[in-house]
């Protein structure tokens, strides 16, 4: 068995060989070594652009500063911790979706060593062990540092710009402003590669295939942290039932409202895109130009069977001229022999 590799493609193509015997010249058959036909296969490749963007820059816990505002600290409520920024919290308020699991719980250690109820007990503090601020970093811990959790609060982010761009962004440089909006919207993809906006020089596939992308988007956004009604405190199963309706019904009209935002998003850029404009343009010279083709091709046919017509209409009258003609020439002949019959007659004795 062979094989050939395609540069850049993590892909083997294998050949199966054959064996035959083949009798040449009538002597003894001869064993070849024969391979099957190659068949070329289309192979796509990842492009560069394509696979930075799916690299997600991983910090390390070591490289990261992690801030400490006591005051911050000091001034927060343990029963609204639900509310509070989780990622300011921890002191990782300017890494939010980019901190990574370790980094989180770097953060928290730092925290616990530095503010923990004994901690501080130790040193002469008074605490206050139903309302101390401790809690609301524990909650913080356990908000981000459970996937699931974490992933219904990055939903909910309250630093995220769910903004649209705006009329008079619309008038500054398309490809910098759209660029910046869908980069950001580009972190609720289901899929790990996102296209690119691309620029002026754009081929019209990968525009196309851009806004295909965008109009498919899939987004794991979801609104259950927001969930008003607590299902914990429900009582019995039906009220648990009941409260669940509520919430689900509640996450489905946000989730809408989201896909709305992001079709918005994409109708936008769509509308605006100097690039679409031109493409359109294109494609309305390129049909005029068909229908100019058409229209002159019909034109062409139709003054072709008009002088076909016109020549076999002259040839039919020249073969009846010249018909006429030899019946005139024939009377004209059968005249002159009468005529010359009848003056031998008169010059007979």
Known sequence: MGEAKIKNACKTVA???RFVYENVGGGEPLLQFVPHPVI??????PKAEDSEASKQEELSPESVTYDD???YLRSLDPKEWKSQDHYKVLGIHHLRIRATEDIIKTAYRKKVLKHHPD?????????KADDDYFTCITMAYETLGNPIRRRAYDSVDPEFDNNLPSGGELKKDFYEVFSYY???NSRWSEKPVVPKLGDANSVREDVEN????WYDFKSWREYSYEDEEDKDKCQDRDERRYVDK???AERLRKKKEEMSRIRQLVDQAYNNDPRIAKFRQDDKERKLAAKRAKQNAAQAKKEEEERVLREAQLAKEQAEAAEKARIEAKRQEREAQKEGHQKG????P
């Not at 007659?345 to 007979?348: A, D, T």
């Open 69 to 71: 505002d006591v005051e």
């Open 246 to 248: 509520l919430n689900k």
């Open 182 to 184: 869908f980069e950001l």
């Open 40 to 45: 070329k296969l289309q192979v796509a490749v």
């Open 345 to 348: 007659k008169e010059n007979l």
């Open 15 to 17: 050949l199966r060989y």
């Open 210 to 213: 851009f806004y295909s992308f």
């Open 119 to 127: 901690k501080r007990k130790a040193l002469g503090e008074e605490i």
